[in-house]
């Protein structure tokens, strides 16, 4: 298992030879397969942030944090040991489609393969684990990552034929001499039997493969059953694999501190859902031989069994809040009110003279006596949830519990086998102050943003 060679004019040519040669060997075993492309943009939109992303459930390509130990590709094994994941929490990052834009209106390969091979650096990065080493290619999403890559680039080519009046197929950048091996003349590396300049002909768009665009919120997103359109930014998004909630609700947040946990919610009434789920992004390759080219292959289906939802109970809701947002609303606040015992405890209190204590303890934010200020911006709620001041939703707190877990999981591995693995203590595994972007960027883009957090709508 190699991942080619990098850094340098050939990576995007041998990869395209290379994606080619490997889609017809899986053929051999199954001629229905299509290797699919993983649009990392997609995700990167996710409102939540790209680490909730369905891809990283058991139906897809399985656990995204630590031995890979369930999912179609459950306890795989590497040359350096088991298949391993870790998403989100190294400094990666995925594809962002204003970087997409940006290369595409360059004109030449020269100027678009190393700021495009550094974009697609990142995402081996942002995967982790096993993705981010020399055995790169032992991780399916590999293929999928490079097809993506390789469909990028056959836009620039058809860019560079309509706009720039630049033929592609002949397009190959000058040779570096400090770089020999990238040259276009050199033998493909691993597969000497091709120059690296084959990679550029236009012989494997036409006749080996070609892609089905992306999917947008014009085609319904492809009626993909993993993405929808978030209407805040009019782009296609994943669905996240949690489950932020019930279908939408103009139910405002409640941020009262109320002494349990209260939130109205409506009566879900959802049973055991059989999902088909259809690659929203497939490679439609065509055989040369057997069919006309550009007939799209049929996407795979996966039909997979989720457990039924839990139908919360109704709740009555609780002492109506002075401070209440909905899901696109602005914050409203209410001054801190006096303390009204008229005592020079509640007033030193007040004016923030000592901690406090008695029955302002109880709340600081009920509404008679308070420690610090109510929350009064998004970004002052979004803080007090997550400094634990403020109740969490049963919603919020399952996505919780669910993040814990994940990371419970990466403690399980010995810190030399993964150095970036981020790594909590046991102290602090309520502290969501510890899950910095996990918990932190769906409140942001909840409470700010006014954005969906999946195809329900948020309810955290
Ligand atoms: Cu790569």
């Not at 020079?344 to 008679?368: A, I, M, T």
């Amino acid at each position: 298992m190699m991942e080619g060679p990098i850094e340098g004019h050939a990576f995007l040519p041998w990869h395209r030879v290379f994606l080619s040669l490997f889609e017809e060997a899986l053929r051999q075993k199954d001629p229905s397969v299509s290797l699919p492309y993983w649009d990392s943009t997609l995700d990167d939109n996710m409102a939540a942030g790209p680490g909730f992303s369905i891809m990283w459930d058991n139906a897809h390509l399985g656990p995204g944090v630590g031995n890979v130990n369930a999912g179609p590709f459950a306890n795989w094994t590497t040359a350096e040991g088991p298949l391993q994941r870790n998403v989100a929490r190294g400094n990666g990052n995925l594809v962002r489609q204003t970087r997409i834009n940006t290369l595409l209106n360059l004109c030449l390969l020269d100027e678009f393969t190393d700021p495009w091979e550094s974009t697609h650096d990142s995402v081996h990065v942002w995967v982790g684990g096993t993705m981010e080493r020399s055995f790169a290619a032992a991780d399916p999403v590999f293929y999928m990552h490079h097809a993506f890559v390789d469909y990028v680039w056959e836009r620039f080519r058809q860019r560079q034929r309509a706009a720039c009046g630049v033929d592609p197929a002949a397009d190959y950048p000058p040779d570096d001499a400090d770089a020999p091996e990238h040259s276009a003349v050199s033998p493909m590396v691993a597969m000497d039997f091709l120059r690296n300049r084959d990679g550029i002909a236009d012989y494997w768009i036409n006749n080996w493969f070609n892609y089905t665009d992306s999917p947008t919120c014009a085609n319904n997103c492809g009626n993909s059953p993993d993405l929808y359109c978030d209407s805040a930014i009019n782009r296609c998004v994943s669905n996240s694999r949690f489950d932020f909630g019930n279908p939408v609700s103009t139910t405002p947040i409640p941020l009262t501190t109320a002494t349990t946990t209260t939130v109205t919610t409506t009566t879900a009434t959802t049973t055991t859902e059989t999902t088909t789920t259809t690659r929203p992004t497939p490679i439609p390759i065509t055989s040369t031989s057997e069919s006309p080219r550009n007939t799209p292959t049929p996407p795979r289906n996966i039909t997979t069994t989720r457990p039924p939802t839990p139908s919360p109970t109704p709740i009555p809701s609780a002492t109506p809040s002075p401070i209440t947002t909905t899901s696109t609303g602005p914050l409203t606040t209410t001054p801190i009110a006096s303390c009204t015992d008229g005592g020079s405890y509640c007033r030193k209190v007040n004016e923030g003279q000592k901690p406090y204590e008695g029955k302002c303890s109880k709340d600081p934010y009920d509404g008679s006596c308070a420690r610090r200020p109510r929350p009064a911006t998004a970004d002052a709620v979004v803080n007090a949830i997550c400094r634990n001041e403020l109740p969490r939703s049963p919603s919020l707190q399952a996505v919780f519990d669910a993040i814990s877990s994940e990371l419970k999981r990466a403690q399980r591995f010995p810190p030399e086998s993964e150095q970036t693995w981020f790594r909590m203590k046991p102290d602090e595994e309520k502290d969501c102050r510890c899950l910095d972007s996990l918990i932190r960027d769906p409140l942001v883009a909840y409470l700010k943003e006014g954005r969906q957090l999946n195809q329900y709508g948020p309810k955290l």
